[in-house]
């Protein structure tokens, strides 16, 4: 049997992380940001109040990057049958 490099229950924990972290910055930022007059918001504002889950899914994908970037995924030995790692 061959265990994989890392495991698939980690990395969606942390895409999962990314993605409440996303939809929580969204939702706030409508709250905040709605009815002032911020050059940004003024921009970007209006398409995402229409596309919010595109806008949940943009963003989840640049905090999943910025997380790999800070925190990269430990790296294992790659296990064979009936043969061990060296050190």
């Known amino acids: 049997m061959r265990e ?14 990314c993605a409440v972290v996303a939809a929580a910055a969204v939702y706030a930022g409508e ?3 709605e ?3 911020w050059p940004l918001w003024e921009k970007y504002g209006p398409w995402i109040l ?5 806008a ?3 963003l989840a994908a ?3 990057g910025v997380s790999l970037a ?10 064979v049958e009936g ?5």
């Open 56 to 58: 949940i899914a943009v």
């Open 35 to 37: 009815g002032k007059h």
């Open 4 to 17: 994989q490099g890392k495991a698939p229950s980690d990395t969606m924990t942390r895409l999962a992380i």
């Open 62 to 64: 640049a905090l999943y």
């Open 70 to 79: 800070l925190w990269p995924e430990e790296k294992r030995p790659e296990v």
């Open 83 to 87: 043969f061990e790692a060296c050190a």
């Open 31 to 33: 709250k905040l940001c």
């Open 50 to 54: 229409e596309n919010k889950v595109q």
